[in-house]
């Protein structure tokens, strides 16, 4: 185990000892991310020696069954790294298992309260890797048992509700346990390095703060494509759809890192305050243009990489009017953006995964060269969230070369994994460091998450009155054909990187 060095050779700073307790352990999002991600900070030396990781979940195993499936887990999520036995046994001494039902109270939390006796002192974690419908009654047993010492913390994970009435029931629920400088609302886009990255990029070089703004920039594009189905999450999705599921949370926190206002520092609430403001200034979609500015779709069976796959119906087992892709156009009313569309767009079982932002400048007013030399297209900047993180920029240049004028368009090409390591921390690992570190920065404050569901239950709203069907689009492919009428209607087209 490396105790200073993380892959890229620069210095890893341990945090203090703490104790986290992941609820729902057993689930999906901690076998798959959180444990792993756990397990990379404490391989690279990061976690201290005198950590405990707690796993509850209703499943009745043994601690010794649980240790091995967060192994067998891991071995099936990252096949290609190899650790051997004495790393896993190393790690496994930090885990410890409890069976609990979360909502009860009575005696099953006493095995938690056992756990974490006499150990007051250290920082302590409370994931809550559950349903929103949780939040309250953990949060709640959390406190009646006296658990939320003065150094604890409670991390939610999205969503955080299902609309602006519930987000507020629960944000009063956890609000009544833990002030609010102790509540993590977690989005883990914001701990991707490309994210962070769109702050360092805005302002920390003169080049590009002068010309974030309508006077030189023509419109924004933010594309978040899955090449997966509901699958077996198809029963939840279906209670949420793609507008609440990625565009409430992850694209409109990554519209507001584009938009906002240059903080006057980096400090956690410096930058939440900038933040909420572009929410509080984005334009209403209202009934009266809810079908000329949003797309709602479903997809239908198709093949993706060659492999046929089922419709939304099918892996659902009925029918249903859930959206499984979503286009819209938004404006940020204030005097930076004035006139400026941003463009969002997330799907299922489209043809490529990939989630970036797409800055696009205004073309050249007087173009110098004839039209034999080329097509002349507008200077973009692209910022690549994954699968492979960087950061392009587009330009026009002339092909070396004898024979006359002869115009290319060429990426300056920023590229994470060639020009840092093969490997560096991953989101929940950084989002996870950050919770034990105090860092609010990566997490979103209770007026940024109500103020995005105030936005977005006006479109659902508008939905509703307008009656607004989902339209239908193959699998593997971008989306229905509306998608591509909503910005062709403005003489603009869907990004798709070179």
Known sequence: MNNTQTNTGSKLLPVEPFDIVVFGATGDLALRKLLPALFHRWRDGQIPQDCKIIGAARSAMSQADFIARVEEHYRTYFPEEKNGADDWKAFSEHL?????????????????????????DKIRVFYLALPPSLFGPVSANIGAHKLNTPKARIVLEKPIGHDLHSARAINDAVGRVFPEESIFRIDHYLGKETVQNLLILRFTNSLFEPVWNSNVVDHVQITVAETVGAGERASYYDTSGALRDMVQNHMLQLLCLVAMEPPNDFAADTIRDEKIKVLRALRPITPKTATRDTVRGQYRDGAIGGKAVPGYDDELGRNSDTETFTALKAYVDNWRWSGVPFYLRTGKRMKERRSEIM?????????????EAGHLHPTRLVIRLQPDEGVKLLLMTKDPGPGGMRLRYVPLNLSYADTFCARYPDAYERVLMAVVRNDLGLFMRR???????????????????????????????????????????DGREWFDDL
């Open 96 to 120: 410890h298992y409890c069976a609990l039902d979360v909502a009860s109270t009575d005696a099953d939390w006493s095995a938690l309260e056992t756990r974490l006796a006499d150990r007051d």
């Open 447 to 489: 007026d940024e998450v109500e103020a995005a569901w105030g936005w977005i239950d006006g479109i659902l709203s508008a939905w509703n009155a307008d009656e607004m069907p989902c339209q239908s689009y193959a699998a593997g492919t971008d989306g229905p054909t509306q998608s591509a009428m909503l910005i062709d209607r």
């Open 359 to 371: 800055i696009q400048f205004k073309r050249v007013a007087h173009p110098l060269t004839a039209p």
